[in-house]
């Protein structure tokens, strides 16, 4: 059974920079068998793709975050990363890891980042 | 970035009851479009991948079509467990785009 599990802090401060990671269970990474993810859904409820990483490390990250988006893998400890720079209060959300580069079939419960002083 | 709309936004409905929820995009996708079931509180769950492909232990109540820029998932006897909000993805061209969800309440 596949499991991703979601940890970080759940409050960051504005201009600060937030930082996830998924850990995964049941599947390895460095299989090559897929790429992971990170959504986010904001709490009026949309969802935004903000990219994913191979094994290699070779990544792709929405143009809308790009500059201030980096995403990371550990494959000794099975996980992988999320930071976000320069954050702000448009960046509260309920972040999410999934396996899969597009329309992907494991994700984690999420956790609910907010940004505020 | 492709654009994804559904309609309705809302619904209403009784068990047993037929629903159709259209996913429409803003350029030719093919079949790259999944359907994702979501209950408050809890990450979406893939009900469809492939545009009609069921997931495994998704009930058979549940089916997909289209191809190209408009797409249906239809619940054949809605039932009790099925009230929730329903999202379609795109993922024929980076980056990944959601379609702002239907919610699916009890009439």
């Known amino acids: 059974q596949v499991q991703l599990q979601e940890s970080g802090p759940g409050l960051v401060k504005p201009s600060q920079t937030l930082s996830l990671t998924c850990t995964v269970s049941g599947d390895s990474i460095s299989s090559g068998g897929y790429y992971w993810s990170w959504i986010r859904q904001y709490p009026g409820k949309g969802l935004e793709w903000i990219g994913y990483?191979?094994?290699?490390?070779?990544?792709y990250y929405n143009p809308s975050l790009k500059s201030r988006v980096t995403i990371s893998v550990d494959t000794s400890k099975n996980q992988f990363s999320l930071k976000v720079s320069s954050v702000s209060a448009a960046d509260t959300a309920v972040y999410y890891c999934a396996r899969g580069a597009g329309s992907s079939d494991y994700w984690g419960q999420g956790t609910l980042v907010t940004v505020s002083s | 970035d492709i654009q994804m709309t559904q309609s309705p936004s809302s619904l209403s409905a009784s068990v047993g009851d037929r629903v159709t929820i259209t996913c429409r995009a803003s350029q030719g996708i093919r079949n790259d479009l999944g359907w994702y079931q979501q209950k408050p509180g809890k990450a979406p769950k893939r009900l469809i991948y492939?545009?009609?492909s069921l997931q495994s232990g998704v009930p058979s109540r549940f089916s997909g079509s289209g191809s190209g820029t408009e797409f249906t998932l239809t619940i054949s006897s809605l039932q009790p467990e099925d009230f929730a909000t329903y999202y379609c993805?795109?993922?024929?061209?980076?980056?990944?785009?959601f379609g702002p969800g239907t919610k699916v309440d009890i009439k």
């Open positions: 990483i191979y094994y290699s490390g070779t990544t």
């Open positions: 492939a545009a009609s």
């Open positions: 993805l795109q993922h024929n061209s980076y980056p990944v785009t």
